[in-house]
């Protein structure tokens, strides 16, 4: 049982040293549960657990939340989700475009936030200052009462260090305006990269201070167990899921129902 369950776990993306974490104990607590597929539910769910809400609920608007990630992980159809969901529960949202290397990133998220999430959305030119997109975003937010910015920022490789050093200054331009935003940073990380993912997370947080993560691309054949080892090893709250192309499939994640979610995966395959 014990070196199916290693089986499952290592091809379902947990890494070497998770897993034997796991399978310690489960050896340990197993005869404490009516089954070890119960307490291997209750170990996962451990880890993972966090009792950091999804967003501070004790700031005073507008909260500002930077959204960072490499290319392709689908950081900015993520922030197109995260404005629907938040201005469907009547929240009122500013999204700012400063992704500016990209000229398709502009066009795409307003799209987005125009005309699907239907709400503020402030870019500038190709090749502009992010910093400066960044600003006036927060400001034309202050001064409409808005209560939540979406940055999206340039799709980076973690490698990079002038490009991780811009966005380090996009976060102090924005804290010329409020002194500790952004309130949150979430990095997107596509549930694909396997343990590459666990890189990338390391590196982002060297540079900027990360909040929490948002796990894309759960719809395909990806188990998204790389989420074990970067909750474990970095600390890391888990935000958001992504589960699909649609515009209701960015789901705030729960440890219960994404761990039962995972075995159930494993079972069938």
């Avoid at 769910?45 to 990630?69: N, Y």
């Avoid at 006036?136 to 260090?161: E, F």
């Avoid at 996009?170 to 590459?196: C, F, M, Y």
């Avoid at 909750?231 to 729960?254: A, C, Q, S």
Wanted: proline share 4%; charged share 25%.
């Amino acid at each position: 049982m014990l070196e199916t369950i290693e089986e499952l776990l290592i091809m379902g993306d947990v890494g070497m040293d998770t897993t034997k974490l796991i399978l310690d104990e489960l050896q340990k607590h197993y005869k404490e549960y009516e089954s070890p597929s119960f307490a291997l539910e209750e170990i996962l769910a451990s880890i993972l657990d966090s009792d950091v809400p999804t967003i501070p609920v004790d700031i005073p608007p507008p909260l500002v939340v930077s959204v960072v990630g490499v290319n392709g992980t689908g950081k900015t159809t993520t922030i197109g989700k995260l404005a629907h969901y938040y201005q469907s529960r009547g929240k009122e949202v500013v999204v700012a475009a400063a992704d500016t290397f990209r000229a398709a990133a502009i066009d795409q998220l307003k799209v987005w936030a125009t005309e699907r999430a239907h709400c503020a959305f402030i870019a500038h030119q190709p090749g502009a200052d992010a910093g400066a997109v960044a600003f006036d975003a927060v400001n034309h937010a202050i001064s409409k009462h808005k209560d939540i910015v979406l940055i999206d920022t340039a799709g980076r490789l973690h490698t990079k260090h002038n490009l991780m050093e811009e966005l380090k200054k996009t976060h102090r331009v924005v804290q010329k305006l409020i002194s500790k935003a952004p309130h949150e940073t979430w990095l997107v990380v596509d549930a694909t990269t396997g343990q590459n993912g666990l890189v990338q997370a390391n590196r982002f947080k060297e540079a900027v201070q990360i909040t929490g993560l948002v796990l894309t691309k759960l719809d395909g054949t990806a188990k998204g167990g790389i989420v074990l080892p970067i909750r474990r090893e970095l600390e890391l709250p888990i935000k958001w899921i992504g589960v699909g192309e649609g515009m209701d499939d960015l789901r705030p994640f729960h440890a219960r129902d994404f761990v039962r979610a995972l075995m159930e995966a494993d079972e069938q395959s």
